[in-house]
Nanobody
Framework: VQVLESGGGSVQAGGSLRLSCEAS????????MGWFRRAPGKEREGVAS???????VYADSVKGRFTISQDNGKNTLSLQMNNLKPEDTAMYYC???????????????????????WGQGTQVTVSS
């Protein structure tokens, strides 16, 4: 299984970026995918999660600004980030959990240990 992110970059506060994630190497109708981030000096945190039934969850810090969605391919996931803030600066990682749906509960879906496969990350930098 491979997970590949793209779309990071630098933007001024208030701007937008769209991240994409392509997962390959598996075929299943049941899966969970998520976006996580790690800022310098901070722990990794969950950003958003999407499951094969179309349900989504978001961290409170991004709710209303970020949107996670599935693209044309079932194994392609996007994160549209609007109204970006300097505190959104981080390395963003896509994660996949194929062959099973997302775990129950918001906290579990935001828990990195629930995901099996990870991309290398893409940097997002927001300047004030």
């Amino acid at each position: 299984v491979q997970v590949l992110e793209s779309g990071g970059g630098s933007v001024q506060a208030g701007g937008s970026l769209r991240l994409s994630c392509e997962a390959s190497g598996y075929t299943t109708s049941s899966y969970c995918m998520g976006w996580f981030r790690r800022a310098p000096g901070k722990e990794r945190e969950g950003v958003a999660s999407f499951d094969s039934y179309g349900s989504t969850v978001y961290a409170d810090s991004v709710k209303g600004r970020f949107t996670i969605s599935q693209d044309n391919g079932k194994n392609t996931l996007s994160l549209q980030m609007n109204n970006l803030k300097p505190e959104d600066t981080a390395m963003y990682y896509c994660a996949a959990r194929p062959y099973s749906g997302c775990p129950a509960g918001h906290e579990q879906r935001m828990n990195a240990y629930e995901y099996n496969y990870w991309g290398q990350g893409t940097q997002v930098t927001v300047s004030s």
